[in-house]
């Protein structure tokens, strides 16, 4: 397995002064692009509905990211709760969404890094940060104990991509694997369903960062577990609200054809996706939106990445009241799926994109 890049920073020391310069934006807050500039580190509570100590709702294995990341025995997943964005179809909304309830969650940084080691002793293949971004200072600072006591695992840093391109900037070399969402592909979509400012903007914006840290490259180790790159994850909404092509074209035409791509059909309405407050994302998606989308791929020449099946709906409903396992394992679930994703082809010469015919 290669070793992780954080590594190099905590043997030169460097990690620790990352901490430093990270925690100090903290002072008032400009750690995502809300720019609540309120005092964290004394306690006041952001937009984000976070204050001072990360808040962790959950730390499992976790079987249904994308396949590389899986493995044999599963990401290592931290659910962060609380969030920056505020999604009407958050299918998280349990911790994203009830600040309240999510209170009781908070942890010490020791705790943290305690349960970063804990997944690398289940026998994980990575530390997956899910929705991390309001809480990088704390993570950051919590990888630094983690690191001092035998961490080894990659970070996956999993996030809704409205990320500081600052704060990004003091993650190049403590991030192996970035995994943005790119939600909408247009402003005005991420006000309407995520109730955020500027979202492709931003999210482009944090994007080309990620992009110039690692490129389009994927690292992987002899077991075909992905240790560093980039992967892009495109859920596909009803009425194409997220405006996929659009998306498409960002990546090809502004990073590059070869970005490895995540496709995703887990669309569900939940929350606040009903058909008197948001119509357009009231019913599940539909096969034909799902093959439209993919067919696309294939238009605009990209080959790279992973797709997901279209039952995967069926899968993706988290429980988050179980918080040892908010997922049900896909390994056991009774259903059309044999994996929540088509496994990428070996053969050469032969796109990493698998799509299966329509039915």
């Known amino acids: 397995m290669t070793e992780p890049s954080y590594i190099r920073l905590y043997e030169t020391g460097e990690l620790r002064e990352r901490v430093e310069r990270l925690e100090a934006m903290l002072a008032s807050c400009d750690i995502c692009p809300r720019d609540c500039f309120v005092n964290r580190l004394k306690d006041e509570v952001a937009a984000c509905h976070s204050g001072y100590l990360p808040v962790v709702s959950s730390h499992t294995p976790h079987f249904g990211e994308e396949p590389p990341l899986v493995g044999k025995n599963g990401a290592g997943n931290i659910f962060f709760g609380n969030c920056n964005l505020r999604c009407v179809y958050c299918q998280n909304f349990q911790i994203s969404q009830r600040h309240r309830e999510q209170r009781v969650n908070e942890v010490s940084f020791e705790r943290l890094a305690e349960m970063m080691l804990d997944l690398q002793s289940r026998g994980c293949h990575n530390i997956n940060l899910v929705s991390p971004t309001h809480f990088v200072p704390q993570i950051v600072k919590a990888l630094l104990i983690a690191a001092e006591r035998g961490l080894r695992l990659p970070i996956v840093y999993n996030t809704n991509a409205y990320d500081s391109v600052e704060a990004l900037k003091l993650l190049d070399g403590v991030v192996d694997i970035y995994l943005p969402d790119l939600k909408y592909s247009d402003d005005d979509s991420g006000w309407r369903y995520s109730k955020i400012e500027g979202y492709a903007t931003r999210a482009q914006a944090a994007l080309r960062e990620m992009y110039r840290q690692v490129g389009h490259e994927l690292a992987f180790d002899g077991d075909g577990v992905l240790q560093r790159g980039l992967v892009v994850r495109l859920l596909v909404l009803p009425n194409d609200q997220a405006g996929i092509r659009d998306s498409l074209l960002f990546l090809r035409d502004e990073l590059s054809p070869k970005v490895a791509l995540s496709i995703m059909a887990q669309y569900f ?41 279209f039952e995967s709906a069926d899968y993706y409903r988290p429980d988050f009241t179980d918080a040892s396992v908010p997922f049900k394992d896909i390994r056991d679930f009774q259903g059309p799926l044999s994996s929540a994703y088509v496994p990428a082809p070996t053969l050469p010469k032969v796109p990493r994109f698998h799509v299966p015919s329509a039915t």
């Open 269 to 309: 309405p939940v929350n606040q996706a009903t058909v008197a407050r948001n119509p357009l994302l009231s019913r599940k998606l539909l096969a034909s939106e799902y093959w439209n989308a993919l067919d696309l791929l294939e238009a605009l020449g990209m080959e790279e990445g992973w797709v997901q099946e």
